[in-house]
């Protein structure tokens, strides 16, 4: 019984001693979570210029599952409700977001076949989307950190 039972007690200590030094996996960064606005960034010429925290009472918060986000927007000054609802991407660092339907004062400013594309800098808890003009210049960015 003891030719068998230290022998496998020594496999079974060194499987557990090899795991437990191996490296543990990367986790792949991802933006599935739940993120709330904590200031913007202005641009100019590419470079920071101004940055604005969320004003006191504000939120604004981003959920976002495996293919679709769900942002909203409070203000306790402002009447006007804000929310959307879509799908987004994320490829080759850049997010894009595709509306399907939103209040009814953003769907004033955009219709569902706009796609908002953003830059994107994603960290394991915190991530920026950067906005660029027309003219292909950075102009101002949202930045969020994750609450969940």
């Known amino acids: 019984m003891k030719r068998i039972f230290y022998p496998l ?11 437990a030094s191996s490296r ?36 604004q918060v981003k959920m976002y599952s495996e293919s679709k986000v769900m942002w909203s927007r409070y203000n306790p000054n402002d009447s006007v409700e804000w929310f959307g609802y879509g799908t987004y991407t994320v490829k080759d660092g850049f997010l894009e977001e595709r509306l399907e339907y939103a209040s009814y004062r953003m769907m004033q400013i955009a219709d569902t076949t706009q796609v908002f594309r953003y830059e994107l800098d994603l960290n394991e808890n915190s991530f920026r ?15 969020y950190r994750r609450i969940e």
């Open 129 to 143: 989307q950067i906005a660029y003009d027309n003219d292909g210049e950075k102009y101002y960015s949202e930045n």
């Open 9 to 19: 007690l020594g496999i079974v200590l060194a499987a557990f001693l090899l795991a």
């Open 24 to 59: 543990p996996v990367q986790q792949k960064q991802t933006l599935k979570g739940v993120w709330e606005m904590v200031n913007q960034y202005t641009y100019d010429n590419g470079m920071i210029i101004d940055s604005t925290n969320t004003i006191h009472g504000t939120r």
